[in-house]
């Protein structure tokens, strides 16, 4: 234990739940959330936070910018609605 804490941040509207955060994390820290963004997909979230050791891989390899750590006081989950997409308009007769 190193004794540090992290606080992950995801913006769960740029998320587009190319899983490579999910893939990069060294201590399996992050999942696939079972609900979905304003685009559709599955945003990432940490699942396992306490395992966070702050290599920022995540944050390195996000495509999106939809990801970022920092140190903190005690580990810290936080899911940010980064901005409002809307939703595609629906087919109307
Ligand atoms: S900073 Fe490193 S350990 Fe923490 S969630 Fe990102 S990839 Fe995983
Ligand atoms: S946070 Fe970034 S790397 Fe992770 S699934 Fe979402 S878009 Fe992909």
Same mark, same amino acid.
């Given at each position: 234990?190193?004794?540090? *804490?992290?606080? @992950? %941040? /995801? =913006?769960? !509207?740029?998320?587009?739940?190319?899983? @490579?955060? @999910?893939s990069?994390?060294?201590?399996? /820290? =992050? &999942?696939? *959330?079972k609900e979905i963004n304003n685009m559709g997909y599955n945003y990432?979230?940490?699942? +396992? @936070? &306490? +395992?966070c050791i702050g290599c920022k891989f995540c944050e390195i390899y996000c495509p999106d910018f939809a990801i970022y %750590? $920092?140190?903190? !006081?005690?580990? $810290?989950a936080i899911i940010k609605v980064s901005q409002r997409i809307p939703r595609p308009p629906q087919e109307q007769e």
């Amino acid at each position: 234990m190193s004794g540090r *804490s992290f606080k @992950i %941040v /995801v =913006l769960m !509207d740029r998320c587009k739940g190319c899983g @490579i955060c @999910i893939s990069m994390c060294p201590k399996k /820290v =992050l &999942e696939f *959330s079972k609900e979905i963004n304003n685009m559709g997909y599955n945003y990432t979230y940490p699942k +396992n @936070i &306490e +395992n966070c050791i702050g290599c920022k891989f995540c944050e390195i390899y996000c495509p999106d910018f939809a990801i970022y %750590v $920092k140190p903190s !006081d005690q580990p $810290k989950a936080i899911i940010k609605v980064s901005q409002r997409i809307p939703r595609p308009p629906q087919e109307q007769e």
